[in-house]
């Protein structure tokens, strides 16, 4: 046999069997839920995960009589154990974490002012460090991307009403003011949001006063009003929620004052999808959270003031709050606020409607389909059978 053909085709098969292994699941057999508890306390909330399953978010707990207080947390692979991140004075709260189980949120720093600042910690939760403001009294994160940018909000002078969005350098370093859309008044602007590239998305000011969503270049630099490129009022409001790494960003916008559509654009934020109009008769709706896959978290409002919570996928909706999972759980109401790359999902369950403390942060997980696991095996039999022939000289 002809030898180049016979590599190429030795060749043909191992990617094939690469191919096998690496397809996603184009469907879920089913979905499990697991309760992730609270550090000692009647309460937990789930605010964000990575892609091994570690969640981040703030449980309550007792440090000694009555006295109550709260603290981030971290938990192991798949939500199992919750470690307790401290704070540097009684207070701290959870909002991301990156794949290499860095945490940012934010801690009370003094007692009496009640002042609280943007927090980074290090690998796997290790370690809390106050990442400063400013200028002002507060400030704090909303997201982490995996070299270890920060972004959030802070005050610029101390005692004023003006917040802006910031960015910080890797693993915390230095922090730089992003500005924001106005230049007249540049009262207020947030970061809510950072991808692998450093963009940063959020809401800032504009000069007629309203709030429009943002998109910055890599690295922070620039913001360009998303809402203005994407062909949104420029006389109401909108914000961008979430970015993942090809630059899709996910939000709300404002139709009217009592109602708010969802959002998901295409790269580097380009074209948008109105996930109410298409999909929701115009019911109100926001668009939380997405992954690389282009999975999004959407909170519709199904009946006045019933809100459930959405899975966008492959072009359709998921109702995540009717999942057999979720039903049996015993919450009676659920929400969901992040999602990962494996398509696992973060939320928090309430059992008691009428007391909104008796609630406890979950991970949703999907469960393949049973050919998929065939396809697993198959791949591996593969690999194993192509790497035994190699070995004998075949």
């Known amino acids: 046999m002809n030898m180049k053909y016979l590599k ?30 609270t550090l000692g ?13 570690q969640v981040a978010g703030s449980s309550e707990f007792v440090p000694g009589g009555k006295d109550r207080a709260a603290h981030a947390f971290i938990t192991g692979p798949d939500g199992i154990g919750m470690a307790d991140l401290g704070a540097i004075r009684r207070f701290s709260f959870a909002e991301d974490i990156n794949e290499l189980g ?26 809390l460090i106050d990442l400063g403001t400013l200028g002002g ?3 704090r994160a909303f997201g982490i991307n995996d070299s270890g940018q ?29 500005g924001t859309l106005s230049a007249l008044t540049g009262r207020f602007s947030e970061a809510n949001a950072i991808n692998n590239s450093g963009r940063v998305v959020g809401r800032s000011h504009t000069d007629e006063g309203y709030f429009h969503a943002f ?19 420029s006389e109401s409001n909108s914000v961008a929620f979430d ?6 960003v996910v939000g709300s916008f404002d139709v009217s004052p009592q109602n708010t559509h969802g959002f998901v654009t295409g790269p580097d934020g380009v074209g948008m999808i109105d996930l109410s109009t298409t999909f929701f008769d115009g019911r109100e709706s926001s668009a939380l959270s997405i992954n690389d896959a282009g999975d999004v978290l959407v909170s519709v409002e199904i009946e006045t003031n019933v809100f459930h919570s959405f899975l966008y996928k492959d072009g359709t909706m998921i109702d995540l709050n009717l999942l057999d999972a979720v039903v049996t759980s015993g919450f009676k109401t659920v929400g969901f606020t992040d999602i990962n790359n494996n398509g696992q999902i973060v939320g928090t369950g309430v059992y008691n409607v009428f007391v909104p403390s008796s609630s406890e942060a979950f991970l949703l997980s999907p469960v393949p389909e049973p050919e998929v696991y065939t396809m697993l095996l198959a791949g591996l039999g593969l690999i194993g059978f192509m790497m035994r022939r190699r070995a004998a000289g075949v």
């Open 150 to 178: 920060v972004v959030g909000r802070s005050e610029i002078t101390l005692g004023s009403n003006t917040s802006h969005a910031f960015i910080t350098g890797p693993n915390g370093a230095g922090m730089t003011d992003l």
């Open 8 to 37: 190429f085709k030795r060749t043909a098969i191992v990617f094939a069997a690469v191919y096998a292994i690496s397809v996603p699941a184009l469907g879920y057999a089913d979905w499990s839920l697991t309760k992730l508890g």
């Open 243 to 248: 970015i993942n790494d090809s630059g899709q």
């Open 215 to 233: 998109i910055t270049g890599a690295n922070g630099v620039g913001m360009t009003d998303l809402a203005s490129s994407l062909g949104l009022e």
């Open 102 to 127: 860095q945490v940012v949120g934010a801690t009370t720093v003094d007692r009496i002012s009640g002042f609280q600042h943007a927090f980074i910690t290090g690998l796997n939760g290790v370690g």
């Open 137 to 139: 009294g507060n400030s």
């Open 41 to 53: 306390g009647v309460s937990s909330y789930g605010n964000a995960l990575n892609d091994l399953g």
